[in-house]
């Protein structure tokens, strides 16, 4: 069962980095005390004790074998690699810019199923020179019933995508937390979770290969603002 494969296509919004500001995704991001697990597949899978949480957040390191903005079109388009993810946008604004999204898992009985909204983002950081993509939870008046679908989830992710090897590859840096709710044991979630980051950027690779599509023009537009130094803003 691998109920951590909640992360959906994801939608930019384009602002300056203190609009980003988040604890749990600040927390993972800057943290110096994430613990190794195992390196498979070229991806270094760690997790880190949250504080107020018995859950990991996780994170998984490696290179990909495509751009920074080929993976970041990636996530806009349809996700038929994600395992048992059906996935619908809620709305955009901002000439398409800003996306907000729902995710349904499918567990098999009798785990009930997982719902997650959220809204999703993208922007540059000069600092680390990565397009950084980001999952903020969300609530929206146009998802589903939760009481038709099973249990709302929360979910946070951020995605550090830095172009290496003259912008043909990108070394991906990426952080998730997700709390599934519910009844489930909370050491069955952190065991689950230790695959999610392998699987992840291992299936986006192979995505990437066998369905290569072209770049979205807002996310060519990010990647160009960061090569020539500056900020991707509205």
Not at 113 to 123: G, I, N, Q, S, T
Not at 146 to 152: A, D, F, H, Q, T
Not at 162 to 169: A, D, N, R
């Amino acid at each position: 069962m691998k109920i951590f494969r909640i992360l959906a296509a994801i939608g930019l919004m384009t602002m300056t980095s203190s609009a980003f500001a988040n604890p749990i995704l600040d927390q993972m991001s800057k943290s110096e005390k994430w613990e190794h697990l195992f390196t498979k597949n070229g991806i270094k899978t760690s997790r880190l004790h949250l504080d107020g949480s018995s859950l990991f957040a996780m994170r998984g390191e490696g290179v990909v074998d495509f751009s920074a903005s080929e993976i970041a079109s990636a996530w806009l388009r349809e996700k038929n690699w994600l395992d048992k993810m059906l996935t619908k946008e809620l709305g955009s604004r901002e000439n398409g810019r800003v996306y907000q999204e729902f995710g349904i898992y499918d567990n098999p009985w009798p785990v009930s199923d997982r719902l997650f909204v959220y809204e999703y983002a993208m922007r540059t950081d000069l600092e680390r020179k990565a397009l950084v993509i980001e999952a903020f939870d969300l609530n929206h008046p146009s998802a589903p019933d939760v009481s038709k679908v099973g249990i709302r989830g929360e979910a946070y992710a951020r995605f550090y995508l830095t172009p290496v090897e003259g912008g043909k590859k990108t070394r991906v840096d990426a952080f998730w937390y997700a709390d599934p709710k519910g009844s489930l044991p909370n050491f069955l979630v952190n065991f689950i979770a230790r695959s999610f980051p392998e699987n992840t950027i291992v299936g986006l690779q192979e995505y990437l290969v066998k369905d290569k599509q072209p770049d979205l023009p807002v996310t060519v537009e990010a990647l160009k603002a960061l090569t020539a130094g500056g900020a991707f803003a509205h």
